[in-house]
């Protein structure tokens, strides 16, 4: 198999904003070795911030930390009544398990959640789509 080549030159990245009748979820999750924790913010469609959040996770993978602020991001957009959402996430692997019909990208650890997730995401309409560490820099 052929490594995958990494480019060293720099990137310009920016936020883009969603559609006006639109709301923007940028979440992540981060684990070290004393605690793990996840966190978001939820903005408009002019770039505004609605709400931010954080939160404690038990300890686990980063994925999961991820998944878990994605599932408290859109049961916070639910609870404003917000049903358009782009969904930003930096793990390439928290979106193909999203994404997956099938739940087979899943290991057992992220199944339930990934479900649950799944099962909100039926109540809105939804984007969701990989961006940068550095994009995704108001969730951090």
Not at 13 to 41: F, H, Q
């Amino acid at each position: 198999m052929e490594a995958e080549h990494l480019s060293t030159e720099p990137r310009i990245v920016y936020m883009i904003k969603p559609p006006n009748n639109s709301y923007k979820l940028n979440v992540d999750g981060e684990v070290k070795v004393s605690s793990s924790g996840c966190g978001g913010l939820i903005r408009d469609g002019y770039g505004n911030n609605i709400m931010a959040f954080v939160g404690l996770v038990h300890y686990c993978s980063v994925n999961f930390a991820e998944l878990s602020a994605i599932l408290h991001g859109i049961k916070l957009c639910v609870s404003l009544g917000i049903s358009n959402i782009s969904i930003e996430v930096d793990s390439t692997f928290n979106i193909h398990c999203l994404s997956n019909v099938d739940d087979i990208m899943c290991n057992q650890d992220l199944f339930y959640l990934v479900r649950d997730i799944k099962q909100l995401l039926i109540f809105v309409n939804y984007s969701l789509s990989h961006v940068y560490r550095e994009g995704n820099a108001y969730a951090n």
